[in-house]
């Protein structure tokens, strides 16, 4: 029952937050200056198209009438129509959705396996100099922000040495017929290995922009816990039973230091995903991030509003995702 009650309670904050910054995105993006009815006419539009426009899109009526207009379509999944794309909202953003996501999911399994392989090593050789290499590494990463790994990235691999793709999502060469736009997962479901590799090489460098910053946190996390809990009873226990320092580090002490390092790991996870639209767009990656700059500078209020509530929906369910899962492995909070 309190488990229940909890997951009651966080599901009724997420609304509630939902809510919040669905009027804050509204109100904000209404008042900044632009009228985004006078990109889509032509330069000899008269007053009665300007006024024939303004009526389509709800833009005559007041902030407060378009507002419950616009919540009552999203409640029913109708986010609007793009005013620069003039396609449904929610199609456009759920069609760029899987390739934010597969990015994000890429981008972080490369930052777990980074900093959990750092936060072994600097454990391993702890109170030496190679776990000052690690702390230098890892400050090193956390300093750059993504962005400039990503420049960096381009510089190295897509110029001085060409492996790997610096724009888009797969190559035109490849004659794929997608029926998802998950195209990863569908490649690796249908074993077409090519198109897995195609896949891979364009993801490979935004990705790793992307997790290099993340990678630095989990190892000094991780490291951390490392360390306070070799110096518990029970890892004590294992060294008098003639076991090695190897495995005492991954059987005995990483199981239990691990807990802290997975809810960062879901907490940064969301803002892993808020970084994929200026990386995104420094790789002409097709995804959600891309294009809500693009809808930015078009002033796009319909498309604008759709991606920033679905970026809250994931944020807010990720958090809510991360919360429930450290009550199911904390058996202390387990049995509350």
Not at 103 to 129: E, P, Q
Not at 134 to 146: K, Q
């Amino acid at each position: 029952m309190t488990l229940l009650r909890t997951i009651f309670l966080r599901l009724l904050t997420t609304a509630i937050t939902l809510f919040g910054v669905a009027v804050i995105v509204f109100v904000v993006i209404r008042v900044v200056p632009g009228n985004p009815i006078a990109m889509m006419l032509p330069p000899g539009a008269t007053e009665a198209d300007i006024a024939r426009l303004q009526a389509q899109y709800g833009f005559d009526k007041s902030i407060f009438d378009q507002f419950l207009i616009w919540l009552s379509g999203v409640l029913q999944g109708d986010f609007g129509t793009s005013i620069s794309l003039r396609q449904p909202v929610s199609q456009l953003v759920l069609n760029r959705l899987p390739a934010t996501l597969e990015l994000s999911v890429m981008a972080l399994l490369m930052a777990v396996l980074m900093g959990v392989t750092l936060a072994l090593i600097g454990t391993r050789f702890r109170d030496g100099k190679t776990e000052g290499v690690v702390d230098v590494t890892a400050g090193m990463a956390l300093s750059i922000p993504d962005f400039l790994w990503g420049l960096v990235l381009i510089l190295l691999f897509g110029v001085f040495w060409p492996v790997f793709h610096i724009s888009g999502r797969i190559s035109p060469a490849l004659n794929v017929d997608f029926t998802t736009n998950f195209y990863l997962f569908e490649a690796i479901a249908r074993l077409r290995f090519d198109v897995m590799a195609d896949l891979a090489a364009h993801m490979f460098m935004p990705a790793l922009a992307l997790a290099i910053p993340l990678a630095a946190i989990v190892s000094q996390l991780l490291k951390q816990s490392l360390k306070e809990t070799m110096h518990l009873d029970y890892v004590t226990l294992a060294r008098t039973k003639g076991y090695g320092e190897n495995h005492v580090i991954t059987r005995e002490a990483l199981p239990n230091a691990i807990l802290p390092t997975l809810t960062l790991v879901g907490v940064q996870f969301t803002f892993l995903i808020g970084g994929t639209v200026i990386i995104e767009r420094l790789f002409s990656y097709e995804g959600l991030g891309n294009m809500a700059i693009d809808a930015v500078i078009n002033r796009d209020l319909p498309l604008i509003q759709g991606i920033v509530i679905l970026f809250a929906m994931l944020f807010t369910l990720v958090n809510l995702a991360v919360d429930m899962l450290y009550v199911v492995l904390n058996p202390r909070l387990r049995h509350a």
